[in-house]
């Protein structure tokens, strides 16, 4: 990776760049690399990702998928009670 370092940046320009950085939860520095990566990184970032994938699903097609019925899933162990009448006969010591 390399270092970048950019001076004389307009404040209005500044500000914004924080505004947006803010909003997508990340420093100003994260956000200015993402800019640059989405316009520079073509092809599977930013809005090129969408067709990336398009194009991927017509190329090698589609994936279907059988799932299971609802009612087929499993119920969840209780592992509590066994503990608690282990615990209300006294043999749990």
């Given at each position: 990776?390399?270092?970048?370092?950019?001076?004389?940046?307009?404040?209005?320009?500044?500000?914004?760049?924080?505004?947006?950085?803010?909003?997508?939860?990340?420093?100003?520095?994260?956000?200015?690399?993402?800019?640059?990566?989405?316009?520079?990184?073509?092809?599977?970032l930013g809005k090129d990702l969408l067709a990336f994938c398009d194009n991927m699903r017509?190329?090698?097609?589609?994936?279907?998928?059988?799932?299971?019925?609802?009612?087929?899933?499993?119920?969840?162990?209780?592992?509590?009670?066994?503990?608690?009448?282990?615990?209300?006969?006294?043999s749990n010591q």
């Open positions: 990776m390399a270092t970048l370092t950019i001076r004389n940046v307009d404040i209005v320009v500044r500000n914004k760049i924080k505004i947006e950085a803010a909003k997508n939860g990340r420093s100003m520095e994260a956000e200015v690399r993402a800019l640059l990566a989405e316009r520079y990184l073509p092809g599977v017509k190329e090698f097609g589609g994936l279907d998928l059988e799932l299971p019925p609802r009612d087929s899933y499993q119920q969840i162990p209780d592992f509590i009670q066994p503990y608690l009448d282990k615990e209300a006969d006294g």
